[in-house]
Structure formats: structure tokens, C-alpha cells
């Protein structure tokens, strides 16, 4: 989860010093923002800090404690706090939160000119139609779920492939190693041939 708070707290990061591009018509701005609404990009965000805010503060706290300056600074602060280090946490949480979602308007800016930039407006049209109707607004519910399936699928068949890779280059360096279990619509007899 540390990793995942990291990771979204780097992309976010990257989005937010994103090179300046040329400018759009309010047009574009218009039907690219409506996008971006579309998609639930704001209910996602909110969600998704929801989940790593405290994460962030555990992740924070633990980095305020290795450092010996900052160490006092805490020191100071848990001495006047009657929460403690729990409700100095809480607040770490709160305070990223409301952080994050003050920026979300930069956010969103960020991913409208993103589609701006990969979309002409005939296909800003396009989509915002799709994303608009019933069929759109259902594929749009269900995208959290197919990136979990697709994660988990990745996940399963790269370990998959890891495994059969060691076992291949085991074999080929001369070291006994396990049987390769065919791919999934592969024959038994191709694996044993890598």
C-alpha cells in the first residue's frame, strides 16, 4: 500500500510539472474537461486519497522521525498536543487530503490538456459523446474493475513467465531445473522445447 501511495504521489508529481503546450480554444477546453468529469476523474481522485491519506501520514511520520531536526520539531509539537502521535497522524491525513484536493482543479487542467494534445476535435466530440451515453457511463463504472482484473492478470502471468524464464536459462546454462508448464493454448511439447 506504501508503494501504491508513493507511486500515485509520484504520478501526481510528474502531472503537475508537465510541460506547457500550446494553448486550446475554449472549445476544446470545454469538451475535454467535460471528459475528464465524465470519466468520474474527481470521485476516483477522492477515493484514491482517501485510501493512501493514511499511508501518507505513517509513510510522513516515520520520515519526521528518522530526521533528527525534524525529530525536535515533533518533539515540540507532541508536547503541546494532548492527541498524541495518533492524532498528530490524523492530521497528517487531514492535512494531505485537503492538500490534494485543492490541487484537483490543476489536476484535472493537466489531464483535459493531455487529451487535448492526443485528440483532434472530432474525436474530443467522439468520446464525450460515448462517455455520455448509458453504454459510456456504464464502461466508465466498471474501468476500476477491469484494471484490478488486469493488474491481477499481469501479475499472474509475468510471475508465470519469470518462473519458466529462470527454468529456460537454468537449463541452458547446464543446471538441472523444473519442467516448464505449457502456456495457456500452447502444446505440451513446445515448452519443452525452449
Known sequence: MIVRARFFA??????LTAL?????????????????????????IVATVATIAPQFASTALADIEANPEKRKQLDAAMAR???GIEGFK?????????????????????????YRQRLNDAELATLLTFLSSPV????????PQAAQAAGAAGRGISGEAGNAAIAVALRRAGVAAPAIPP????KAADASHR
Open 136 to 143: 459510456g457511463a456504464k464502461f466508465i463504472t466498471i474501468l
Open 20 to 44: 506547457p503546450v500550446a494553448a486550446a480554444t475554449p472549445a476544446q477546453d470545454d469538451v475535454a474537461g467535460r471528459i475528464v468529469d465524465a470519466m468520474g476523474t474527481r470521485e476516483r
Open 10 to 15: 509520484l504520478t501526481a508529481l510528474a502531472c
Open 90 to 114: 490524523a492530521s497528517l491525513a487531514q492535512e494531505f487530503t485537503r492538500e490534494m484536493l485543492a490541487r484537483y482543479p490543476q489536476y484535472r487542467a493537466i489531464l483535459a490538456q493531455s
Open 81 to 83: 498536543d494532548p492527541r
Open 183 to 186: 502456456a495457456p493454448g500452447a
